[in-house]
């Protein structure tokens, strides 16, 4: 009879937990429109950063008519760099509100205005639906949504990939070895685990400077502590286990024992940690760009969108603070379902 793997056993519950199975699949696909998200934008320009100020915080659903004249010496882009960062638009855009066409000529009105002007030569008349509205800039607000999953994504990938290699490294190093190399170590964790994370996700960004990947590297130096602690502990409770030291009878050196056996049967809290700083991370990279020293304009952040608008929120178009914020909130709490999910599929116990 086949003994199914802890792994195997571990994916079945997480399958059979529909909540944390339905954070799962949420997360895939925010992960696969974020890398698609030039392609079903409507906006497929750099940053979705097409403005119209005449169409400045329409509200959602409204349509318009766009009058489209070819543009001169537009800048090529490849392929491939057009689907993943979106290239300039071939046509000029011009909002209207009525047009007429002649023989030779369409005549035609601005949105938001009664003037009529007269255009000769190619044109082509498109109708646009903004399903989220625009922002406060005539930008269509889905199309930066769809933007912003890519920042809070890519934060939390390399924020937690650096918490990952700091936390790991030194947790298994400080649990293995003990004695002066753990008093260091642990040391240095509570000095860092003292300081409050915004604060010092501040200070390294102003002292990294203002910036995108400046928000990476801050948030992924001050959540290394809790992945350090855990690490720690679960090898305390590993290392007098019969197969290390069956490694140590067998004169393995430390680090092989380390990185290939015990390392191995600790990854379960590790990847559960994980999810739970994707989490954080996300809130952090938002706080930081409402405060204005996170992502900076015009690149879409959703915390940038709320810090927009935010005033909108006692008017009649508080969605445009809205909408971002539920992103926030559905992306985060996905997070935390699949990481509680995650630590019941890897509890032993059960």
């Known amino acids: 009879m ?63 008519t766009f009058l489209e004249i070819p543009k001169e010496n537009v800048k090529e882009v490849s392929f491939f760099e057009g689907i993943l960062f979106g290239k300039p638009t071939e046509m000029k855009r ?79 190093i400080a649990g293995y070895f003990r004695g002066r190399t753990d008093d260091i170590i642990m040391w240095l964790v509570n000095v860092i685990w003292s300081i409050p994370t915004l604060l010092m996700v501040i200070a390294i960004t102003l002292a990294l400077g203002k910036g ?22 679960q090898v305390l409770s590993i290392r007098e286990s019969e197969y290390v030291e069956a490694g140590k009878a067998l004169a393995y050196k430390p680090f092989r024992i380390i990185f290939k056996h015990i390392l191995p049967n600790i990854i379960g809290p590790v990847i559960v940690i994980s999810a739970a700083n994707f989490a954080a991370a996300i809130l952090i990279e938002a706080g930081l760009s409402f405060l204005g020293i996170g992502a900076q304009p ?41 990481g509680n999910g995650l630590r019941d599929a890897f509890d032993v116990k059960e």
């Open 298 to 338: 015009p690149m879409p952040s959703w915390g940038g969108m709320i810090k927009d608008h935010y005033a909108y929120i006692i008017m009649d178009k508080a969605y445009l603070a809205i909408i971002p914020g539920v992103a926030i909130m559905s992306l985060v709490l996905a997070f935390m379902l699949l």
């Open 94 to 172: 011009i909002p209207i509100s009525s047009f007429s066409e002649k023989e030779n000529s369409l005549s035609y009105s601005n949105y938001r205005s009664e003037m009529e002007q007269n255009y000769i030569g190619a044109y082509k008349i498109t109708d646009q639906t903004f399903f989220f509205g625009t922002d406060r800039y005539g930008r269509d607000m889905l199309s930066r949504i769809l933007f912003g999953i890519r920042i809070s994504f890519s934060v939390g990938f390399i924020a937690v990939f650096i918490s990952l290699i700091i936390g790991i490294s030194l947790g298994l």
């Open 212 to 233: 995108f990947w400046q928000v990476f590297v801050a948030v992924g130096l001050t959540m290394w502590v809790e992945v350090a602690r855990i690490v720690r502990g």
């Open 2 to 64: 086949k003994t199914a793997s802890l792994n195997s056993l571990a994916w079945q519950k997480l399958k059979s937990n529909k909540m944390s199975f339905s954070a799962l699949l949420f997360v895939v696909g925010c992960l696969f429109v974020g890398i698609l998200a030039v392609p079903i934008s409507p906006d497929k320009t750099p940053m979705a950063n097409q403005m119209h100020l005449e169409l400045t915080t329409l509200k959602p659903f409204t349509k318009v």
